[in-house]
């Protein structure tokens, strides 16, 4: 099991450009001192994760990736992720139960009616233009470091909106937007962006979103 799991995590740094390589060792210096991993090679670093989470590497570097755009990698590998329970949508007992606390693996609301399926609603550009105009003068570290956006491409915006901050964050927002195709979502854009130092009614206004 150990050698899978390390062979996985090679292939996956092996994957990733020597840009996205770097912003994934900067990341994970948030759980793991800085100078373990900002100098370690791909199989050096595949060590260091094993034997910092043990049995959860590959789940660690599933989040990273999302952070970086890559979540392509995370299905070429079938890399596992961690589960989000949406904020304020408590289970609702069901009377059928003994206890009255219902089954949670059942799917349905008291009275055996099925329990409504809610699937995640795609950021629309009003959403991205909200975030935009909170995310301030640290854009490009943003688009860099959480969005997985090249410098060149931010650079590019800069020069198309010279005097507009909240059109400069507003169309890296919608690059990441385009990258992500349908999986450009509130909860996704949270996940990017949680590790990040920004404005917490941004991420505020992101958790109001999930489940809608």
């Known amino acids: 099991m150990a050698r899978d799991e390390r062979a996985t995590l090679l292939e996956v740094h092996q994957a990733l450009s020597e840009e996205q390589f770097q912003k994934l060792k900067y990341l994970l210096g948030s759980k793991i001192p800085d100078g373990l991993v900002l100098q370690a090679s791909r199989p050096e670093l595949c060590l260091i994760l094993l034997q910092r989470f043990p049995g959860n590497s590959l789940r660690e570097i599933a989040r990273i990736l999302?952070?970086?755009?890559?979540?392509?990698?995370?299905?070429?590998?079938?890399?596992?992720?961690?589960?989000?329970?949406?904020?304020?949508?408590?289970?609702?007992?069901?009377?059928?139960?003994?206890?009255?606390?219902?089954?949670?693996?059942?799917?349905?609301?008291?009275?055996?009616?099925?329990?409504?399926?809610?699937?995640?609603r795609r950021l629309t550009e009003k959403d991205l233009l909200r975030v935009a105009k909170r995310l301030g003068k640290e854009w490009q570290e943003v688009g860099i470091l959480h969005l997985g956006l090249e410098q060149s491409r931010l650079d590019q915006i800069q020069e198309e909106n010279?005097?507009?901050?909240?059109?400069?964050?507003?169309?890296?927002?919608?690059?990441?937007?385009?990258?992500?195709?349908?999986?450009?979502?509130?909860?996704?854009?949270?996940?990017?962006?949680?590790?990040?130092?920004?404005?917490?009614e941004i991420l505020n206004f992101l958790r109001s979103l999930q489940g809608n």
């Open 66 to 120: 999302q952070q970086i755009g890559r979540s392509d990698l995370i299905q070429r590998f079938q890399l596992p992720l961690e589960e989000r329970i949406p904020e304020g949508n408590p289970r609702e007992p069901n009377r059928d139960t003994p206890n009255g606390t219902g089954d949670p693996t059942s799917g349905q609301h008291p009275g055996g009616i099925p329990a409504p399926t809610v699937n995640p």
């Open 162 to 200: 010279p005097n507009n901050a909240a059109m400069r964050s507003f169309e890296m927002l919608r690059d990441w937007q385009r990258r992500q195709r349908e999986e450009a979502t509130a909860s996704q854009l949270l996940a990017c962006l949680e590790d990040a130092h920004l404005d917490p």
